[in-house]
């Protein structure tokens, strides 16, 4: 089975700290992505990488940036945490063939002060 | 732009009975994967079936089928005999070309003894 996972499930930050979210897959999967869900608006795309340090933007990548230095890692970077940051993000992987579909962790709910 | 709409933000159920949760999308395009995630409460967001735009015959996975309507690019998600496992919320996701993912807004089903 693939498994992901998220370094924390809850976090609670205050306004301008620095905040690290990390991701890990054991699947050797080639892509790998940020989302933030949020009541009402569903997933929306933050970054995704299909390989080591490639990264590209997604829908809503203001105020977050990514690394990732190995494959089975992927990072997403508050810079500067604002409270309408606060949010639940998903980490998720896949292939980069076939028909795609992503496998997700367990979710990381931030809350920003 | 692609964009996938689920128009029901709740739906409820009584066990044993059968429900249909909706979801519509628009492309232009005619090759393309669509899915449906289902996210239990406090839980990691599972894959519960897709679907191959090619494919005419509808996608089923035991008590899960589709009822994939192309030509008016609709995408339903049939749940037979309803089980209080079966509450969560469900996600309708539409991939075109690469491997970005587009969510609909979600679904919260109840399933209630």
């Known amino acids: 089975d693939v498994k992901v996972t998220q370094s924390s499930r809850y976090l609670v930050k205050r306004t301008g700290e620095k905040v690290f979210l990390e991701c890990v897959q054991d699947?050797?999967?080639?892509?790998m992505f940020w989302y933030r869900q949020d009541p009402g608006l569903g997933l929306r795309l933050i970054y995704f990488?299909?390989?080591?340090?490639?990264?590209e933007k997604g829908d809503i990548p203001e105020g977050y940036s990514v690394s990732r230095e190995k494959k089975e890692r992927f990072s997403l970077i508050l810079e500067s945490a604002s409270t309408n940051q606060t949010s639940m993000y998903l980490c998720?992987?896949?292939?980069?063939?076939?028909?795609?579909?992503?496998?997700f962790g367990p979710g990381t709910r931030l809350t920003v002060t | 732009a692609q964009t996938v709409t689920q128009s029901q933000p709740e739906m409820s159920v009584q066990e044993a009975e059968t429900v249909t949760l909706s979801c519509t999308y628009d492309?232009?395009?005619?090759?393309?994967?669509l899915f449906w995630y289902k996210q239990p409460p406090s839980r990691q967001m599972i894959l519960v079936i897709r679907?191959?735009?090619?494919?005419?015959q509808n996608a089923t996975e035991n008590r899960f089928s589709v009822n994939f309507q192309k030509a008016a690019k609709s995408f339903s998600l049939k749940i037979s005999d309803s089980q209080l496992g079966d509450t969560a919320m469900y996600f309708c996701?539409?991939?075109?070309?690469?491997?970005?993912?587009?969510f609909g807004e979600g679904t919260q089903l109840t399933v209630n003894p």
């Open positions: 996701a539409f991939r075109v070309s690469g491997s970005r993912l587009t």
């Open positions: 492309t232009s395009e005619s090759n393309y994967y």
């Open positions: 990488s299909y390989d080591v340090k490639m990264k």
């Open positions: 679907q191959e735009a090619y494919k005419q």
């Open positions: 998720a992987s896949s292939l980069l063939a076939g028909a795609r579909e992503q496998y």
């Open positions: 699947m050797d999967h080639e892509n």
